[in-house]
């Protein structure tokens, strides 16, 4: 066969195939007996010389000036948006090239992620520090799928992030094999149920109002994700001057939020100031500062004590009505209780024993009235069961409550009358009692303060000392870690503190810290610190890369436990109910042997690494040198080698 | 001090009497605490966590009440039956969370005192 030089491949598959099995031995004999020739490549035909050299029949252009996806960022741009966070997909192709070179890769700035949850996660983070949204952009179906989480938790969370997907488009246009794999007739019903609203359009003037929609959609009350599906043939059609100019961008306007009805706050506030022990429950409430000063107000006015659920910084912890680490008797003395934006009214009213027989009971006495304004009954769906279980309130106020409470503090301020010495001197009692929470607070950090593996009092002690001078932020929570921060720390500002997930979707604390930090360094250089648990870490570790790349400087501090500690106490519990003991619960919860290693992940990604820290009085030093690298602009991370809480 | 050390200190107070009818060895009880799970909510110190459990380091419960609670926990405290944790046993680490040394005076510790200070 080798002599006969012009067969194409064609011709040598066919013949191979009518040759058969018979050939083989035949070959294999002859091959055995001289060395193999060299392959020759086989000369193209004429007709493959002419197609691959000659230029088609008729002009056929290849190129074009101004596309679609011009315009879908001329879009974007309007809206004021300042980020697009990606994981490359080809399905969005001709978006990212308009994004980098029409639109001068400037607001947005194309950041790059390493995951689709990261790309949507860190806006959730962003969100809530910046006030506005960022957007993410993930690739069709598959990209999709891996945002589904963080889409999960920032819904969750009433948290607006802007989201594109994209689709192929039409059959007729598509590449066979990937994108049909990549394309969905419906891309956003992956997420439908914890999105707030999405469109797939189908024109370039569908596309502006669309995105202008979704946009406002997003940031009402209550916020939470959108996303819009841009086609991949509108994404890349050639944009001629006279189809541009057809084509208009809505402006966009922010609606007033729903306040609440004046008859109802009425209501509100007899019952409020006619109460002997009213409670003020707190939870999604605030959003700014104004949101915080406002309920200072109305708290200080009814010298009413504020149970914090820590949703977003809603009340200063130095304040002598911050009383949250009494709930347990104020809830049971309240003859009223005023929630605010709760997240889950019946779980902040009920006290669960999860053991065989799981029983039930309220922590508010019997008869208490309560009055709840949330816009929490705004956004239900069938399916996700994050609605929680149904709690009546005697006064339900559907409404959003920071732009109801300029209103309730005057419904409050005409009802007073003669109560003024009454509340005065219930003021003092919970004055009184405060100056025993920080006691008690300091004593028990006290406890295991030498102790190694390091208390997360400890640490929490020793970062505050760190950092105590400087404009600083936390992008965690302190729920794995028995709220120190709320106990020990003087959370005064509205940005020094943005809450938890929303939907406990492990892998929200690197990807929101990562958000929250870039609008921290946004808005002047404030101190961003993660306190992130190991088990978190490990669903994102490489946003490190991303923060060092865009050069995003935050304290990260590996709360490593070596375990998903919440599921060993579940196994735990579950092992003791059986009579089996509790050996093996560390079995599939645990993450020993090897011990990972993080601060050589974080230097891997290009980060700062520091650890592990198993001495206490090694803490302390580590975190200084941290923060000293954070100021040239880097991450850093630092393994310290903690308690389970 | 790490946990070494507080199991030294226990040692040396494994001869006291617990409030139980066995005789409670302190060690034993630190072998138990650790492996049997209890510092998983309460902490390697028994000094409690918020959210998990409460201090048990130098517990203030009687005996009896100790292991009313292992028992039938008030909480959502995983049980521990006599099949798992033998009375014996309960009294070990009943003496053991006695023997805890005394934690260290917050006064005496300035790192907590520039925290929240109001």
Partial sequence: MSGTGNVDRRGFLKGAAVAGSATIAAETTARAQTAPAAPKAAAPTAAQMAAETQPPGEEEKLTTEKTGSDFMVDVCKTLGIEYMAACPGSTFRGLQESFINYGKNSKPEWLTCLHEEVSVGMGHGYAKVAGKPMAAMVHGTVGT???????????????????????????????????????????????????????????????????????????????????????????????????????????????????????????????????????????????????????????????????????????????????????????????????????????????????????????????????????????????????????????????????????????????????????????????????????????????????GPISSARMYAELYNQVKDLDWALLSDGGFSSNWPHRLWPIEKSYQFMGGSGGGGVGYQPVAALGGALAHRDAGGRTAISITGDGEFNMAPHTLWTAAHHKIPYLTIIQNNRAYHQEVMHIQHMANRHNRGVENAVIGTTMRDPNISYARIAEGYGAVGIGPITDPKDLGPAIKRGLDAMKSGQPVLIDAVMQPR | MNIGKIALAALAFFAMPAASSWAADAANGKKHFDNDGCWQCHGYGGQGALLTGPQISRTKLTFDQFLHQLRHPASAMAPYEEAIMPDATASDIYAYLEAMPEPPQAKDLPLLYVTKSK
């Fill in chain 1, 145 to 451: 799928q891996h945002s589904a989480m963080a889409l999960y938790n920032a819904w969750c969370d009433r948290v607006p992030i802007i989201v594109f997907t994209a689709s192929a488009g039409p059959i007729e246009d598509r590449r066979p094999g990937i994108e049909w794999y990549h394309t969905v007739q419906d891309g956003a019903a992956t997420v439908r149920d914890f999105t707030k609203w999405d469109d797939y359009p189908w024109s370039l003037q569908g596309f502006a109002e669309s995105t202008v929609r979704a946009y406002q959609l997003a940031t009402s009350q209550p916020q939470a994700p959108v996303l819009i599906t841009a086609d991949g043939k509108l994404q890349e059609m050639a944009l001629t001057k006279a189809a541009n100019a057809k084509l208009s961008i809505p402006k966009l306007n922010h609606p007033t939020q729903v306040a609440a009805d004046p008859n109802a706050l009425r209501d509100a506030a007899k019952l409020l100031v006619a109460a002997e022990n009213p409670v003020i429950l707190v939870d999604r409430y605030a959003r700014t500062q104004k949101g915080v000063n406002d309920l200072v107000r109305l708290a200080e006015l009814l010298q009413a004590p504020v149970v914090e659920n820590r949703g977003r910084m809603n009340f200063p912890t130095t304040h002598y009505l911050s009383q949250w680490e009494r709930s347990g008797p104020l809830l049971a003395q309240a003859d009223c209780i005023l929630a605010l934006e709760p997240s889950d009214l019946f779980g902040q009213l009920t006290r669960v024993r999860d053991q065989i027989e799981r029983t039930f009971a309220s922590k508010a006495r019997p008869g208490a009235k309560v009055i709840a304004i949330s816009t929490h009954d705004l956004m239900v769906r069938a399916n996700y069961q994050d609605f929680q279980r149904y709690s009546a309130a005697d006064v339900s106020i559907t409404a959003d409550g920071e732009a109801s409470m300029p209103y309730l503090i005057e419904a409050v301020q005409r009802e007073i009358g003669d109560r003024k010495s009454a509340f005065e001197a219930r003021g003092q009692k919970l004055l009184a009692a405060y100056k025993g929470l920080a006691d008690r607070a300091r004593a028990e950090a006290a406890v295991a303060w030498d102790l």
